[in-house]
């Protein structure tokens, strides 16, 4: 049955017909989506990656034909020969784009066969996603996956145009290199010919980036894959890809711009829509005061108001405590939500104590005055202050927290965006992008008892704070800057340390003595010491990227084969024990035999 492609060249694809090919005939290849027998005549919906065209199989066109049409089968391979027809009025199926026109085939060669398929080729299915994944090759047939992954090539594309245009050069990097901290565990990969040596896959090309500019490359670029050895929380891959770039003689601004203007090729490109720079700017600690997270989404207000000051004095123990101490009591105001439920409020209750909250103190403001199991403790005045400071009108909820600051603004930062997820207060079609600057340059971490660099150790401080290196490092604020879409991080980078005493006493806060820089960046303070021009760069987060843009909710859905949630491929089965003869070339042996989970 399986027959060659002998004579018959394609001369159209599938979506590409319209009412202009009427008459004409055309070669077709592709997928048999669906066959339907109507008595006498039979239709075979084709499709191809452009979409699918209706193909009619008459006995009076060509007898022969017709009657092997019928042993065609779902996702059978198809060349078809025919000619393209206007469809009868009562026919038309507006839904589709080929729908005012059919083909009629005189021809048809049955190129492959197919198994029946674990579910149907088609956009909308219900099947897990762990039968998609296993059979992903079927599952990236689906037009609006194949969609998803249009969309990334053109995002790529029109990167590559706009970076080129503007002077940077696509230079690759290694893979098979040294770890570069980001923070995240490295994957290693032994070395045959030096035994007993691994080669770290690299977390991204930070390093690397950073000696193109010494080696005066002045503007450089790749779209590039970045491993990082993580628990697969939330919506996290092992590998992903970076559009990463670095620019010499740069301040923040000169970064800044030329990523704005990035974003206004893309989304003219990808969406047709305008964005203007400049986008607005938040400070970190601005971001964190109002919207109580450095990833704010601010399509919609509700912003952390301080009432400690209001609070400080009141009958509720615990608001005067925390102000006390010297915590922080702060609000917000979910304008018009009173229709909460006893219910929804219990389960919001529950929802912030994953993030360390006590408890949720909430008001509804009434008409007839404030519903709280916390009324009582408050005087008119307070309620009065209260009132103005959260603007609070009847139909109103307040929802206050306190603790200490990092904990009130986890909590009310996290509320938020739940409050506008649950009630709606988000559109999903609006993009609103900001800058977060001025970054905390350390974090302390309590599970090291050390200072550990919030963006990356190459990292360069504000030149005014640079005298808090040693006095109060906990204070300084890096040159950082991340770009936030819809609560998002997008993208995110720094200007660098150029001069290598500053950067020595950065790896001396973080507790990296010489020697131990010397062991692992001996190369990069080595290159700094030759004359190494200021610089900065940034990297977007391509897949979160081009998710947002395909109005996407999960990264699996943009990379062509994703990892499950436990890092592994259900299509290959990777990954799988390495046998005895490789290890022993490696010069490794296994101690314990890692469980395979189910
Ligand atoms: N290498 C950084 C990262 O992967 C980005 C940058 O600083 O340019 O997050």
Redesign the pocket.
């Known amino acids: 049955m399986i027959e060659t492609m002998a004579e018959l060249s394609r001369t159209h694809y599938c979506g590409d017909l319209t009412e202009t090919h009427v008459g004409q005939e055309v070669v077709l290849m592709g997928w048999a989506q669906r066959r339907r027998d109507h008595g006498g005549l039979v239709f075979i919906d084709l499709r191809d990656r452009t979409g699918v065209i209706q193909t009619v199989f008459n006995p009076q066109e060509d007898p022969e034909t017709h009657e092997r049409s019928h042993a065609v089968r779902n996702e059978f391979v198809l060349a078809v020969k025919g000619r393209v027809r206007p469809r009868p009025d009562d026919m038309v199926n507006e839904k589709l784009a080929t729908g005012r026109i059919e083909v009629f085939i005189n021809h048809l060669r049955v190129l492959n066969t197919s198994e029946t398929p674990p579910f149907m080729v088609e956009d909308e299915i219900d099947v897990s996603e762990p039968v998609r994944l296993k059979y992903r090759f079927l599952d990236l047939r689906r037009p609006e996956v194949q969609r998803n992954f249009i969309l990334r090539h053109q995002a790529s594309q029109t990167t590559r145009r706009f970076l080129s245009e503007e002077g940077f050069l696509e230079i690759e990097t290694p893979f098979l290199t040294k770890a570069t901290p ?1 923070g995240a565990r490295d994957f290693l990969v032994p070395s045959r010919l030096n035994p007993g040596e691994f080669f770290a896959l690299p ?2 090309p ?1 390093l690397f980036k950073q000696l193109l500019m010494v080696a005066g490359f002045d503007r450089y670029f790749q779209i590039v894959r ?1 491993f990082r050895d993580e628990d697969f929380r939330a919506d996290r891959q092992d590998e992903f890809t ?1 559009i ?1 770039y ?1 620019m010499s003689f740069v301040r923040e601004d000169d970064v800044i711009d030329v990523t704005e203007r990035l974003m206004g090729w893309l989304y003219a490109d990808l969406l047709g829509r305008q964005v203007k720079p400049p986008f607005p700017r938040l400070t970190y600690a601005q971001a964190v005061d109002q919207y109580g997270l450095d990833k704010p989404d601010i399509r919609f207000d509700m912003k952390l108001k301080d009432v400690t000051a209001v609070v400080s004095g009141s009958g509720f123990k615990l608001f005067a405590q925390v102000a006390a101490e010297g915590g922080l009591v702060k609000a917000i105001n979910a304008k018009g939500q009173s229709g909460l439920s006893r219910k929804d409020l219990d389960d919001l209750t529950a929802f912030v104590k994953v993030y360390g909250a006590k408890g949720l103190a909430w008001v509804k403001v009434n008409p007839d005055g404030w519903q709280s199991p916390i009324a009582k403790f408050f005087t008119d005045g307070e309620k009065a202050a209260l009132a103005e400071t959260l603007d609070a009108k009847p139909g109103d909820v307040l929802f206050f927290s306190a603790d200490q600051p990092a904990v009130v603004h986890e909590v009310l930062g996290q509320l938020r965006v739940k409050l506008a997820q649950d009630l709606g207060l988000t559109d999903p079609a609006e993009h609103a992008l900001v800058w977060v600057t001025e970054f905390p340059m350390f974090e302390y971490s309590l599970e090291e008892k050390r200072y550990q660099a919030m ?2 150790p190459f990292t360069a401080p504000l030149e005014s704070d640079l005298d808090l290196l040693e006095t109060a490092p906990e204070k300084m604020r890096a040159r950082a800057y991340d770009l936030v879409l819809n609560g998002h991080e997008i993208g ?3 200007i660098r340390n150029h001069r290598p005493d500053i950067q020595e006493r950065i790896f001396a806060a973080l507790g990296i003595g010489p020697e131990e820089a010397q062991e692992k960046f001996g190369f990069l303070m080595e290159a700094l010491s030759y004359g190494a021009p200021p610089h900065g ?3 977007f987060g391509f897949d979160r990227l081009v998710m947002l843009f395909a109005g996407r909710s999960s990264i699996r859905d943009v990379i062509a084969f994703p990892k499950t949630q436990k890092g592994t491929c259900l299509m290959t089965g990777a990954p799988t024990p390495a046998g005895r003869r490789q290890l022993l070339e490696l010069g490794l042996r296994v101690e314990t035999k890692a469980k395979k989970e189910a």
């Open positions: 980001e977390q991204s930070q970045c970076q990463d670095e963006h990356h995110g980078g720094s760069g940034l990297a």
